[in-house]
């Protein structure tokens, strides 16, 4: 709820306004997870409030922390599932990766997110609490979100919009629109719809190929929408919002990662307000793939930078402790239970 909200239903039940600024503070900028850490509060309130506005968050069920810092949290939710969610330590700050659905039904085949179906759509209040419990966590504030954990965010577009309003409130998080990037894999209408809000975030798209063959290989989502409409789309989007798009690009080795790929991406992308950022992948248990070597990586940028289009490489983080997405919860899924490696 905005403060607004919280404002109005403790007016209904004749609950005094400046107890919702105290409730809201507590909520969203000192993280209290139950009414009793609201200490500035009457014991029968706290009481009173406990039964009409339950607070529900989820738990840390595993925590891994890699050589690098990453930390790779498996949370669980109410009704027994599990989301994950990573933490990545950056010069300027904390990074976190949020899950927005349980599960995905876009297919992807390098991912391990699809391999156990689609389950559920994760509530505003559900990705919020990745957020918050992560920062309890590491003990120091998040200032980046990437909406790129478990889940495509666009299908679940009206939780995920409310989250990014509610995260980046004055009154909550106050995390900058333009520090927040939100990853889809292509759905045109969504990228459309998105467009017309002009929210300063960043507009990530999962492209990985330069072209629908290969596209058809490896997200099934491309025979819905073609190349040709999704980068006709993110082109409007770059139009009406004025802002960077940022191509994510996964080499595959053998895939996705010949010289000729290279140029075709560079030729459709040439002129576009865009950047790609080519993603070394982590390897995944059963998954045909192989990550690409660094030098078919370094040829790759150097290529799709001669079209004028800007290339980054990202940084591999915690490649020791499945960090890729879906990886962790279908371990859990899978073998049953996995080793904590905090103890937490
Ligand atoms: S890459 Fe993203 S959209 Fe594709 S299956 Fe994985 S979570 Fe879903």
């Known amino acids: ?29 000192r993280l209290a997870r139950s009414y009793d850490e609201m200490t500035n509060l009457p014991k029968l309130l706290r009481l009173e409030l406990s039964e009409s506005f339950p607070i529900t968050h989820c738990e840390t069920e595993l925590k891994q922390v890699a050589a690098d810092g990453t930390m790779k949290f498996l949370f669980s939710m109410e009704g027994g599932d599990y989301a994950e969610c990573v933490l990545m330590k950056y010069k300027y700050g904390y990074s976190i990766c949020v899950s927005s659905q349980i599960g995905c039904r876009m297919g992807c085949r390098f991912c391990a997110s699809t ?17 918050y419990l992560a920062q309890k966590e590491a003990g120091e504030r998040i ?9 495509e ?52 798209v999962s492209l990985h190929a330069p072209n629908d063959r290969i596209r058809n290989t490896i997200m099934p989502v491309s025979r819905k929408y073609k190349i040709e409409d999704l980068l006709g789309a993110c082109k409007k989007y770059t139009q ?51 990550p690409s070597s660094p030098e078919r990586v370094k040829a790759f940028a150097g290529i799709v930078e001669k079209y004028g289009i800007s290339v980054t490489v990202r940084r591999k983080l915690g490649s020791d ?11 859990r899924n899978t073998e049953g239970g996995i080793q904590n490696d905090s103890g937490s």
């Open 1 to 29: 709820m905005t403060l607004e909200e919280v404002t109005r239903a403790f007016s209904e039940k004749s609950i005094q306004s400046f107890r919702a600024r105290q409730v809201y503070d507590w909520l969203h900028k």
């Open 115 to 131: 391999l156990d179906g689609f389950k559920r759509n994760l509530s505003p209040g559900e990705m919020l609490s990745q957020v």
């Open 143 to 151: 200032s980046h979100i990437v909406l790129m954990g478990m889940g």
């Open 153 to 204: 965010p666009l299908e679940n577009y009206d939780n995920v919009i409310r989250f990014l309003q509610l995260v980046s409130n004055e009154a909550g998080l106050n995390i900058s629109m333009r520090n927040i990037s939100l990853s889809t894999c292509g759905l045109v209408p969504k990228i459309n719809e998105l467009a017309q809000l002009h929210l300063q975030l960043t507009l990530s």
């Open 240 to 290: 009406t919002t004025s802002r960077r798009i940022s191509f994510e690009y996964a080499m595959l080795s053998g895939v996705n990662d010949s010289d000729e790929c290279a140029d075709e991406l560079g030729s459709r992308l040439k002129g576009m307000l865009c950047h790609v950022n080519l993603i070394p992948v982590n390897e995944v248990a059963k998954s045909p793939f192989r």
């Open 321 to 331: 402790i499945d960090a890729s997405c879906g990886q962790l919860r279908r371990r």
